[in-house]
């Protein structure tokens, strides 16, 4: 039992069980260190968090600026042919509720 027969164990048990056991743990041990978020990128979801809850403000009061000017944009932005079918239901409501007072025209 010379030569091969006997390098081949030697060879294959330390691969199964140092080799193989020491190729999971490092890449587990990678993957976990992977996961973590680092200071640095808090910092940067901290900073586009306020980012946009300032955006989200400035867009609220420009809205608001918009619907004290015309509080019917958000239908005219939205799609302009519902907007007008909207607007000549509201001129048909309106010239049904007064007769003697003229329809609303764009």
Known sequence: MHGP??????IVVPILFIGLPW???HYITKWKS?????????????ELHELARRLDERMGTIER??????PNWRSIAADPVEAALEDRSERIYESGRSSNRP????
């Open 103 to 106: 329809s609303r025209r764009n």
């Open 23 to 25: 190729l999971i743990f």
């Open 65 to 70: 600026i918009i619907q004290a000017d015309n």
């Open 5 to 10: 027969e006997v390098l081949i164990p030697i």
């Open 34 to 46: 992977q996961a973590t978020i680092t200071t640095e990128d808090e910092n940067l979801l901290d």
